[in-house]
């Protein structure tokens, strides 16, 4: 069964609003604090009405409004509501400054509750940030004195929420305030895909829409002293802080994005945080290399401070001297030395690694921490040293220095060669393989990783190219600055023979798109007359039919010399797009501005839509009737036709 199939197949989960039906039929109105049956009853009306979109933003902000009439005076009790909170923050963003102010003041008091609250916590987070950030697009207009207003009630909830840090760094939706506040102090926003903890964007549900896009500070250079002053306070009782507390799973998440933001624009402050916690969580005689969060913390303090000198020296001479091998296989502290690899900035200090690192790659590999290798690799590109040496390690460790024709499909599946040649064994590709093979494609002399490719069976080629974690190692090989013309030549006629089978997959349809943008006519020409020897088994596969009209292989079946002329049109190519889909572009406010100042122009006629032959012959017949039309002489009105 494929993937595919098996995600259909699985049991779906039922929705929030369907939870709520079901458990306001059982006379369940949400955990937290009591609300009345049919308030419950029109929150999830309100819930199912938001989720079905409005027709313009005039609709949309008359219902925002008549909702939150609907719970004038009783905001807090509302926001301590399950169901109710989870519909104010949907909907919040649309609101106007009025009701944003009212919840502000609704929740202002008797903070301590309000922080450590599952439903009022997150009510406050939301009210931070549209109180704090707005979004690049989004035309701000907000009173001075509003502006003070609402820049005090940040700084209040701010001050309360980091002087208790010590309690709230222990709770679980405290500790999540404290994140917010130090976004808003610092004026950055954390970036999603470094969610605190390792954890993927998204993994734990759905984001609420509206907060994620407002990336912009609302104040002005004129205010960071008081949000500094704050943070330097906050930055103080971090550092009065002792180890049982810091390397507490709550507070690294909230370290995590201290350091990650505040250092962007206060890297004094995150250096005396760092300096502090090497002296005590992260010394290296009782580190616990298996404290999954003590690591992730480790790694936040190397991306801040392995490229500053001090910091630099104190990371290695408390830390890291002696560990470098035993923490490249470590199942925990392996994720150390990829963070490491990843950010190290000195040549020497990277070549010194690499010693350390000689000899070793085999162990590494075996262990499973296949990551560190990929970050080897990625750092060789970026620094442009030591890619010899570590193509040299990468060969010796998959046993492939006497046979290095089979060194790409070992290290794409990451297995040696003498696993591989075992009979009856499937290998998927690995990810870190695939990725790894990509950057020995941009290492400055990449000729044996070249070879090896192109000595592998076509149809082993083509399986490589067309799996999910595979279909991008084309793109390296065609854009790489550092592999010449011969060798495009070359993966083309590898590929001979099962350019069809790659246009009928998802993936390889891709690799064939990825080919035809990069290779010469000639290589073209050999790509098409493959594809064209089963047009019609293309046609009718849902991917196979957009490589035909990419390829324009019907126009080569019906004239060589037509589809030659077609392909040299390549800057034409744009605007055979735009000739079937009309303009793109969407400019739908432009469009209403224009009309609304140019009322008396009429409006301009919707390019008609035509197929792909038909634009074919026009361009074909544009060249041999090169001379332009005339233009029919318009005849001059006479007066005698009024009679």
Not at 116 to 129: A, G, T, W
Not at 149 to 155: A, F, Q, R, T
Not at 177 to 185: F, Y
Not at 326 to 332: A, G, I, R, T
């Amino acid at each position: 069964m494929v993937e595919g199939e098996k995600r259909a197949n699985r049991k779906k989960g039922k929705s929030f609003i369907q939870k709520a039906k079901k458990f306001g039929k059982q006379g369940q109105r949400g955990k937290g604090t009591e609300i009345e049956q049919d308030q419950y009853d029109y929150l999830v009306r309100v819930m199912e009405r938001w989720r079905d979109g409005f027709e313009n933003d005039e609709e949309k902000k008359m219902f925002v409004e008549n909702v939150f009439e609907q719970t004038e005076g009783e905001e807090r009790k509302l926001c301590g509501n399950q169901l109710a909170s989870r519909v104010i923050e949907l909907i919040l963003p649309a609101a106007d400054q009025k009701i944003l102010t009212r919840f502000c003041s609704a929740l202002a008091t008797d903070l301590r509750l309000v922080c450590v609250d599952p439903f009022m916590s997150h009510v406050l987070e939301k009210l931070l940030i549209l109180q704090t950030f707005h979004a690049k697009e989004e035309v701000v207009e907000v009173s001075e004195e509003q502006t003070v207003e609402n820049m005090e009630w940040v700084l209040k909830v701010c001050r309360f929420v980091t002087n208790n840090l010590e309690d709230f760094s222990y709770d679980l939706y405290a500790s999540h305030l404290l994140r917010t506040c130090t976004q808003c102090l610092a004026g950055h926003r954390c970036p999603q895909q470094a969610t605190p903890g390792g954890a993927k964007p998204g993994a734990f549900g759905q984001r609420t829409e509206g907060y994620d896009s407002r990336v912009v500070w609302r104040y002005g250079a004129e205010c960071q002293g008081q949000f500094g002053e704050v943070l330097e306070t906050y930055a103080g009782r971090i550092q009065s802080l002792g180890a049982a507390t810091l390397s507490n799973e709550m507070c690294t998440h909230v370290l995590q994005v201290f350091m990650e933001v505040v250092n962007l624009t206060s890297p004094k402050l995150v250096k005396s945080v760092v300096k502090h916690l090497i002296k005590t969580c992260l010394s290296g005689d009782s580190l616990d290399w298996d404290d999954v969060p003590s690591m992730r913390l480790l790694e936040s303090v190397i991306k801040v401070g392995i490229n500053n000198e001090k910091l630099n020296k104190k990371i290695f001479s408390k830390i890291l001297d002696g560990k470098i091998l035993e923490l490249s296989v470590h199942p925990v502290g392996n994720f150390v030395i990829q963070r490491l690899l990843e950010n190290i900035s000195d040549k020497e200090q990277f070549s010194s690694l690499c010693s350390q690192l000689s000899g070793q790659m085999e162990n590494i590999l075996s262990s499973g921490c296949t990551g560190v290798i990929l970050s080897l690799t990625k750092a060789c590109v970026r620094l442009e040293t030591q890619q010899a040496s570590v193509l040299t390690e990468l060969t010796a460790a998959l046993h492939c220095s006497d046979s290095q024709d089979q060194l790409a499909s070992c290290l794409a599946h990451m297995v040696t060669k003498d696993t591989m040649a075992e009979e009856g064994k499937v290998f998927s590709v690995h990810l870190h393989g695939s990725l790894a093979l990509q950057q020995l494609l941009l290492f400055s002399k990449p000729i044996k990783v070249v070879r090896s490719l192109l000595a592998m069976a076509p149809s082993q080629l083509a399986s490589l190219l067309a799996d999910p974690r595979g279909s991008h190692i084309a793109d390296n090989f065609m854009t790489s600055k550092t592999i010449g013309e011969k060798s495009r030549e070359g993966l083309v006629k590898a590929l001979k023979g099962q350019f069809v089978t790659l246009a009928c997959g998802k993936h390889g349809s891709r690799t064939v798109d990825s080919l035809w943008k990069h290779s010469t006519i000639k290589q073209r020409q050999a790509m098409v007359e493959d594809l064209a020897s089963k047009v019609d088994v293309l046609n009718s596969n849902r991917f196979g039919k957009f490589v035909v009209q990419n390829c324009f292989v019907a126009v080569y079946k019906r004239s060589k010399e037509d589809w030659r002329k077609l392909v040299e049109k390549g800057d034409k190519i744009g605007d055979m797009f735009t000739d079937i889909i009309g303009d793109t572009k969407p400019v739908v406010k432009r469009k209403v501005e224009e009309g609304a100042t140019n009322k008396d122009e009429p409006a301009a006629k919707k390019m008609d839509k035509k197929e792909v032959t038909d634009i074919v012959d026009d361009w074909l017949k544009s060249d041999s009737n090169s001379k332009p039309a005339k233009k029919k002489k318009v005849k001059a009105k006479s007066y005698l036709d009024d009679l």
